[in-house]
């Protein structure tokens, strides 16, 4: 009876919980199984702090809504730009200030980034922003010059020789990331300052809009969603019916084992530059975390020089680190001089999908810019 | 012995009764109704999955109402509700008609046209998407090869509704199917003999003889078609995530996107319950007219 007793007891003290933190990040394979090693060093550094990783490959923001609310939100959370400012809005996040971090290695563009109302939530590991690929081969088969340094003149201009049967001169995608480099180059804006008037409707909005719209239906320079078929523009490119593809620094690894040569070049130019997207994605942790010190050390080491210089060596990020050395090229450095952080706001999925369902018809061919966007502009300012 | 006096044999035996289906009413009540009860209550909130829920009444219910997209997506389940639920229960009693003879490998038709029902819904909808593929797609060469110059059938807002309801009838075709085919056997030879006895020719006899004492059947067929069409989700998921210009958007998938696309859980638990009472009004319906048009030996 005695001995029954002392296993039961031994038993108990084996399922109290244990100190640990956990982690919750999405990625590629690759990209977890860098992670992994990162987190083999974390171990060895600081032995007495267990990390248990959750990768979630498929509808991060979806399954991490679903943690928070069933009361298992994750010690520390992997995050971008775009959903930081929801996390934030509702407390889910610490404010990163009462650890006193320092910023100065940082690019100070991935800083802001991870700063929402003054405060910054989170530590940045990359910077993600969008380029132009080029099909070289192609291009030197119609005797087309290489597009760098190009204006939005330029791309209709020489992207008429760039067509052929089955093949077009530029990708196409309707998602927000993908045309606000349009935007912002063709001298738009989405947002005011406060997040709390849209600016889509002002008329270089409207026309750095049609003007991607036109790429579609007017120059025929765009595969339609009909000519697409079931392809991604990645496929296209990847498939040589593509001339030009925008995209970022995530293609560079997939693209390594392409058939023919292609290269890189910053975004086309508008009248209002070239401006793409500086966006970041980055460590928080989390209010309802019990460890938050050493949550803190987790995130200063997944942060710092070591950690980024393992993310930066596989070739699929821009390290957010000033002192870590990238060898990308230059293309993806200098965008990064003019470009912008997406600033959204704490209802950002719902105004999404206004704005997406609002400039549906436009992406068909079916309206207008100067019809579609007015309607959308007041959709969207009601819920902003 | 004691004998034990009846009304504790009784007690007794009512106790152990209980003691018995505990685990499964335990199950039921955690698992079914609790959530059941708690999304009637969330309906009444205000909740984006982050902080605390907001009561805020009958707002959700008012503001659906009032929302010009609640009346498309309605009038667009209805529209595939009435044409799969006709077009599937028509083509099975077709086919249960068809297989309801002594011919050779009936239990291999059987077995081909069921096949769809246990398939997965999600291969299924992969396979219909390369079906319905406007370039490559096997549907699509056969319209050309006919002279036509071919349909976008998931993204023509013409045509998309009606490439879910046939994804739709093709997947549950064959469970209705087998249930009429069931109710065709059980039809006693003798009055099917009777009637060629009378004179009535195939049609005379299918109408007056077949269809009454098949109506059992038939009731039980459209109860389950019905609630089944309403609940269609995972075809509008996979192939047309409600587009395109929300033409295909069905109630549980609008569901869906106001539960975890806006993060609007009071919203969409008021949409569970408006479909829950709009099921059970229909059935309740079916149960009315039963007494007219079903016939009981």
Known sequence: ?384 | MKTVPAATRARDDRAWAFVLILPSLLGIAVFNLLPTLASLGLSLTQWNLLGTPRWVGLANYQELLADPLFSQVMVQTLWFVGASVLIEIGLALAIAVALNRRIRLLALWRTAYFLPVVTSMVAGAILWGWVYDPHHGPLNALIKGLGHPGINWLSDPAWALWAIVFLSVWKNLGYTMILLLAGLQAIPESLLEAARTDGANVWQTFRRVTLPMLSPSLFLVSILSLIHAFQAFDSVYLLTQGGPNDQTNVLVYWLYQNAFLYYNIGRASALAYILFVIILGLTLLQWWLRKRWVVYE
């Open chain 1, 1 to 384: 009876m005695r001995r029954l007793l002392c296993c039961l007891l031994l038993l108990a003290g084996c399922a109290a919980p244990q100190k640990g933190l956990t982690l919750a990040t999405w990625g590629s394979l690759e990209e977890v199984e860098t992670l992994k090693q990162v987190l083999a060093d974390f171990r060895r550094a600081h032995p007495a702090v267990p990390v248990e990783l959750i990768h979630i490959p498929d509808n991060y923001f979806q399954k991490l809504h679903l943690l928070i609310a069933s009361g298992n939100t994750p010690d520390v959370i992997f995050t971008n730009n775009w959903q930081l400012p929801v996390y934030a809005e509702h407390g889910v996040l610490r404010d990163m200030a009462q650890f006193q971090p320092e910023f100065s290695h940082f690019h100070p563009q991935a800083v802001e980034a991870m700063r929402y109302r003054g405060k910054v939530y989170a530590l940045p590991r990359d910077l993600s922003n969008l380029v132009l690929y080029y099909n070289q081969e192609r291009f030197q088969d119609r005797g087309v010059p290489l597009p760098h340094h190009w204006r939005f003149d330029d791309v209709i201009r020489y992207g008429k020789q760039l067509v052929g049967a089955e093949q077009w001169a530029i990708s196409f995608d309707p998602r927000p990331l993908f045309w606000l480099p349009y935007l912002w180059s063709g001298g738009g804006e989405l947002f005011d300052s406060e997040l709390t008037r849209t600016r889509l409707a002002e008329p270089a909005s409207v026309a750095a809009l049609q003007f991607y719209a036109d790429l579609r239906h007017k120059h025929h320079l765009a595969p339609s969603l009909i000519e697409q078929g079931g392809a991604t523009p990645a496929q296209l490119f990847a498939q040589g019916k593509l001339a030009m593809f925008v995209s970022g620094r995530w293609s560079v690894p997939a693209f390594q084992k392409l058939p023919f040569k292609w290269g890189v070049a910053a975004f086309p130019e508008g009248p209002g530059g070239s401006v793409v997207d500086a966006d970041a994605s980055g460590w928080a942790i989390s209010r309802a975390c019990q460890d938050p010190d050493d949550a803190w050390q987790l995130v200063q080491f997944l942060a710092g020089k070591s950690a980024a210089s393992r993310f930066a060596a596989s070739g699929l990020i821009i390290p957010a680190r000033r002192d870590v050395p990238f060898e990308g090229g230059d293309v993806f450095v200098k965008a990064l001089a003019t470009g912008r952080p997406i600033r959204t706001p704490a209802n950002w999925n719902e105004v999404q999908q206004a704005i997406d369902k609002g400039l549906e018809p436009l992406w068909r061919g079916e309206k207008s810019a100067a019809e579609v966007v007015p309607a959308l502009a007041k959709r969207v300012d009601l819920l902003l």
